[in-house]
């Protein structure tokens, strides 16, 4: 509990101070903040930098996920999503299929469509740009945020060029931005055990601050509540956040809670609303270079993603409609929420809900 800065946990009082002075937290304050009990405490702290950030206003946007294929060839221990090309489920949209989704919704006023898919080994480059170009033709004003880091890499290698002109080529076929997935956690221990196929860290940060320099802003996340310790978190963070110092681009950060159905982890237990609500907390505290922190509902639901605009989020997502790499790994949220809903959440709340395009310019209702 707080009163004018008195806290159940002592040691949150000089953080407090900090936050007041508009200080830049550390690796301890980090790891303080992690290990209180205290959450009102967290989230009071959380709130004041949200509220100074943001006011009262809460983001949501109209958005279509589109998953185009789950064949991977990284076989990610925490992913229930990824299949290898011979595996039982395993998919591929051809473009037909994905203009056929697009063409499904165009009645909706849809401003974002955000697509993630696997590490396909065979898809052409030209398949992803076909697919950026043949959706644009169809929705010209809609913004494209497409393909993670680690899949800006595996296209840059497909491809044969430079990540740099990866980037200028999709850039020019329609990308807007890119999402924040494939960070995981940028433990070397993690990755080593998780992911060791995966895009490094230094790689990872290397596309998004090649994307930045391009004038193409990316979202960033950090998967918890597997195997990581609570100083790796804070190590996660704070490497974000000096790679903002530099370039700059990253607009939202968005922890993404670990669902453990279906995957090579399914003997943990997964997140729980503790904790969620005090990572998204500790994320507004120690990313002091990031403008948005992003509760997203289809990860810890939408009554937690409603609690979290007191606990330093200031962004729900949206209406998302067919998610599927929460949903196989056991989600038990819905596959997507009215506009009606997402406000009377926001409401309900006691914020101001302003719908936002991917670049949070507020669309007039
Ligand atoms: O990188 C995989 C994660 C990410 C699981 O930018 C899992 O606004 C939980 O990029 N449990 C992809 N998470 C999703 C993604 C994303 C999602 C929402 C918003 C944004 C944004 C981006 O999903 C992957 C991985 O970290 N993931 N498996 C799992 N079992």
């Not at 170009?133 to 494209?144: M, S, T």
């Not at 931005?177 to 490094?200: M, N, Q, T, W, Y």
């Not at 914020?351 to 395009?357: L, N, S, T």
Request: net charge negative; proline share 5%; hydrophobic share 40%.
């Amino acid at each position: 509990m707080t009163i004018n800065g008195c806290f159940a946990d002592p040691k949150l009082a000089p953080i407090y101070e900090k936050v007041i002075r508009r200080e830049r937290l550390d690796r301890d304050d980090g790891l303080t903040l992690y290990r209180s009990r205290d959450l009102l405490g967290v989230g009071y702290l959380a709130d004041l930098v949200r509220r100074r950030l943001h006011g009262n206003k809460a983001y949501y946007i109209y958005n279509q996920h589109l998953n185009y294929s789950n064949v991977c060839v990284n076989g990610c221990k925490f992913c229930a999503f990824g299949k290898k090309a011979d595996e039982p489920g395993a998919y591929e949209m051809t473009l037909e299929e994905i203009m056929a989704r697009i063409r499904e919704r165009l009645h909706e006023p849809i401003s974002e469509i955000h697509i993630v898919g696997g590490l396909h080994p065979d898809l052409p480059f030209s398949y992803y740009l076909d697919m950026l170009r043949g959706i644009k033709a169809l929705r010209p004003g809609v913004h494209l945020q497409a393909f993670t880091a680690v899949e800006i890499a595996h296209l840059a290698d497909i491809a044969g060029l430079s990540v740099a002109k990866t980037l200028s080529a999709l850039k020019e076929a329609g990308l807007g931005s890119l999402p924040g997935g494939g960070a995981e956690v940028f433990s070397p221990r993690i990755r080593g055990e998780l992911c060791p196929k995966k895009l490094s860290p230094s790689g990872w940060l290397a596309v998004c601050q090649t994307a930045h320099r391009l004038g193409l802003n990316t979202n960033a996340t950090m998967l918890y509540g597997h195997l990581e310790t609570l100083e790796e978190r804070v190590d996660h963070l704070i490497r974000l956040r000096e790679a903002q110092d530099e370039t700059g681009g990253f607009l939202t950060f968005i922890p993404l809670a670990f669902h453990p159905e279906n995957t090579q982890l399914a003997e943990l237990s997964g997140t729980t609303g503790f904790d969620d609500l005090k990572n998204l907390a500790v994320a507004r505290l120690m990313l002091d270079n990031f403008p948005h922190i992003k509760a997203f509902w289809i990860m810890i639901g939408p009554k937690l993603a409603q609690l979290s605009l007191s606990f330093g989020a200031d962004d729900i997502d949206g209406t998302v409609i067919e998610e599927r790499i929460t949903h196989m790994a056991g989600a038990q949220t819905p596959q997507g929420l009215s506009r009606a809903q997402l406000l009377h959440m926001i409401r309900e709340a006691g914020c101001e809900p302003v719908e936002r395009d991917t670049l949070y310019n507020a669309i007039p209702s």
